[in-house]
Structure formats: structure tokens, C-alpha cells
């Protein structure tokens, strides 16, 4: 279904003397919605997370309306195939096509899938692209439709975008002294730094060096890896989101235990 809306809505005047800033098209950009609000008494801002573009956040005017054919298109978890122009930081969509291919999520795994949106919008900077990311977030939530074990297909993602994101590095190169990380001894992951080996007056959380090892090759099997990393995860994602709250996951926790 493909849907055409208003056109761009008019950027601020150039400032005298300069250029005018150039229009900005994209088109056929594979994305999903993340977050939508209401925008003025028809209208939504719609946050996407797109292949090449990465989040952008987007008008789509008219969508609030009673006859509005955007009120099916742009639903949480559902491939589209999207359009949008204009030079302001917040675009105007021009067109949203549903794509299909994904199972839709339901029970524990539509829970899953809004902690991973909450954890995309707050943790991606606009127009910042991870492809890579991307089909990691695909992966998720096919994963999560066919009833994969939540805790393992989170702990895999809230990896993934933290190394995407480049705010975590390889889990098994020790950030004192060189070296890998040794299955029998124990280590802390120091946010800014790396893995090193524990300390008695660590307060931090503790895991051992087959969790991390575990961890880094994608392997969550051994029990022991996804209790320790289901801490260490929490741990670092509290860091990076500078005391942040993520109001999904406490519903998960609440009751999911995870």
C-alpha cells in the first residue's frame, strides 16, 4: 500500500547572502517506525530507523486523520518501504509502503521489540546510518516472532548496537597489559576501556572470562553466560544512558524476568 502526503513543509528563510540550503530526496529506503506523537491537530512526527539513513525523525501530515490510509501503514515492526524530502532537521514523508516478510509480534516478544525501539531512540544519534545494525534489528525481531528465547535474542542485539555504535569494543582483548581474556579468571568490562581482571574492591559487575568469550562469539547456551551477561548488558547500557531511564525494560523485568 503506498500512501502520498502533502509536500514539504517550508524551511526558514536562507539567511541573506547565503545560498539557499538544497533540498534533501530519498527514496525507496527500506525502514521501520520506532516512535510516533502527535504533531499540531492532524499530523504525527514519526521516528524512523531507515537502512542508509539511519533514525530520522519525519512529518507525516494528515495521518491523525479518521480516513488517513498512513494510520495502517505506519505501525511499529512492519517493513515499509519509505519516501521523504526537505532541508529542516525534521523531514516531511512523502510516501510509506508496507513491505511485508516479518511475522508479527505478539505476547511476550511485542514487548521485546518495543525495549529494542526504546533502546534505538535513545541511544542512536539522528541521521547517523548502521546498515549493520539494521539487519540486526530485522534479525531480532524475526527471531522474537518465532518464539526464540527473549533473553538470549536482547543480549545479542544490546551487543550489537553498542559495538555499532562504537562504544564497545572487542570482549576478549584485555585492556591491561595486552592479551586475551582466560576462561578461568574473572573480570570486569570498564566502560571506557575494556575488559581487565577483577579486583576484590570491584563494585562493579563481575563475570568470568568464558562469559565474555561467550559473549563475543554470539553463544549464549551455558546458563552461566546469560545471567552474567543479562548483568553486565544492564550494567553498561545504564552507563551509556547517562541515568536515563528505559521504561520498557522494567516492564520486561517486572514480568519477564529478564
Avoid at 104 to 133: T, W
Wanted: glycine share 8%; with cysteine; charged share 20%.
Amino acid at each position: 500500500m503506498s500512501v502520498q502526503v502533502a509536500d514539504a513543509v517550508p524551511g526558514k528563510s536562507a539567511v541573506r547572502g547565503r545560498a539557499p540550503e538544497r533540498e534533501h530526496r530519498v527514496t525507496d529506503q527500506p525502514g521501520f517506525v520506532l516512535h510516533s506523537y502527535p504533531y499540531k491537530e492532524t499530523s504525527l512526527i514519526v521516528d524512523v530507523f531507515s537502512r542508509d539513513h539511519g533514525r530520522v525523525p519525519l512529518i507525516a501530515k494528515g495521518a491523525k486523520r479518521p480516513h488517513s490510509k498512513l494510520r495502517g501503514a505506519l505501525q511499529t515492526f512492519q517493513p515499509l518501504q519509505l519516501a521523504w524530502s526537505g532541508k529542516s532537521e525534521v523531514r516531511t514523508l512523502v510516501s510509506a509502503e508496507w513491505v511485508g516478510g516479518l511475522r508479527p509480534l505478539e505476547r511476550s516478544g511485542l514487548l521485546c521489540g518495543f525495549y529494542l525501539n526504546e533502546l534505538l531512540v535513545k541511544l542512536l544519534a539522528r541521521d547517523d546510518p548502521h546498515p549493520v545494525l539494521f539487519d540486526q534489528y530485522i534479525s531480532a525481531l524475526n527471531q522474537l516472532a518465532h518464539d526464540e528465547p527473549p533473553t538470549i535474542v536482547l543480549r545479542k542485539f544490546e551487543l550489537a548496537l553498542l559495538k555499532e555504535t562504537g562504544v564497545a569494543g572487542s570482549l576478549v582483548e584485555c585492556s591491561q597489559g595486552g592479551g586475551q581474556v582466560e576462561t578461568d579468571r574473572y573480570y570486569v568490562f570498564e566502560p571506557e576501556r575494556g575488559p581487565r581482571e577483577a579486583l576484590a574492591s570491584d563494585n562493579i559487575p563481575v563475570v568470568a572470562g568464558q562469559t565474555l568469550i561467550d559473549m563475543e562469539a554470539g553463544n549464549y547456551a551455558d546458563p552461566v553466560t546469560q545471567q552474567q551477561s543479562k548483568l553486565l548488558m544492564r550494567y553498561l547500557l545504564a552507563y551509556h544512558l547517562g541515568g536515563m531511564p528505559l521504561n520498557t525494560r522494567q516492564i520486561l523485568i517486572d514480568l519477564l524476568q529478564l
